[in-house]
């Protein structure tokens, strides 16, 4: 699997930034990175149908929470006339509940259940950028599926935990902003952190480091990375 770079600032009930849809989450122009990358502009047009390579059909992007997956997944969608989806937002139409209040009504085991028949679902789509929730990963059965799932890119939004935890300090000074629970046990959060990378790292096919990049730079890292990597490449930097 390969590794390119890009920089910005989870558990998984509050990890997704918001969408147009999900009023709890932010909106891509809320996003910290966005904040500077108002002199480029967010790019208008789809890129040209040739621009990724004929194999993919979906883009999935993982990363623990702030690490822009909602903002940038968006953005993508956009540079590629496809839709965008996001996982804790599709399960909290289906459900009629938000995350948070599946947690706490249900637990996790459920909440994880009714997580993988939504992964599995949005899979089974074309032309799609999926943004994962941050604790997705860490269940062995979403790990397989996405890494068998034939024509499929999942890439990888890293970043250090300060960055991380900097960027969603900055989110939550906004009263429309989702809560985030978790990074009021900032030890337990990290503790997350560093279970979930291995994870992460392993079923990406490109590791994007994000910290210094904003939000058009990291798309067009993403770009970069699914062009110029051969087909039996492993992980690379960028």
């Known amino acids: 699997m390969s590794t390119a770079t890009l920089a910005q600032p989870a558990h998984p009930q509050?990890?997704?930034m918001p969408t147009k849809s999900n009023p709890g989450k932010k909106s891509r122009s809320d996003h910290p990175l966005a904040e500077r990358s108002t002199s480029r502009g967010v790019p208008q047009q789809p890129v040209s149908a040739g621009a990724i390579p004929p194999g993919v059909d979906r883009i999935v992007l993982t990363g623990f929470m702030g690490s822009g997956k909602t903002s940038t997944g968006g953005l993508l969608a956009q540079r590629l006339g496809w839709r965008f989806l996001d996982l804790d937002h599709e399960i909290e139409a289906r459900h009629h509940r938000t995350v948070p209040q599946i947690f706490s009504e249900s637990g996790?085991?459920?909440f994880r259940h009714l997580e993988s028949a939504a992964l599995a679902s949005l899979l089974g789509q074309r032309h799609v950028v999926i943004a994962l929730g941050g604790g997705a990963p860490e269940e062995l059965g979403n790990r397989l599926l996405l890494e068998q799932t034939p024509?499929?890119?999942v890439i990888y939004l890293a970043a250090s935990f300060d960055t991380l935890v900097s960027r969603c300090a900055a989110q939550a000074a906004d009263p429309s902003a989702a809560?985030?629970?978790?990074l009021a046990d900032l030890a337990l959060a990290q503790r997350?952190?560093?279970q979930r990378c291995p994870h992460y790292e392993r079923i990406a096919a490109h590791t994007i480091q994000?910290?210094?990049r904003t939000l058009v730079q990291v798309a067009e890292a993403i770009f970069a990375a699914l062009l110029t990597a051969?087909?039996?490449a492993h992980h690379s930097s960028q």
């Not at 809560?179 to 978790?182: D, E, G, M, Y």
């Open 179 to 182: 809560a985030r629970p978790n």
């Open 230 to 232: 051969a087909p039996a």
């Open 210 to 212: 994000t910290a210094e």
């Open 14 to 16: 509050t990890e997704s």
């Open 151 to 153: 024509r499929t890119k």
């Open 192 to 194: 997350r952190y560093r």
């Open 108 to 110: 996790e085991p459920y």
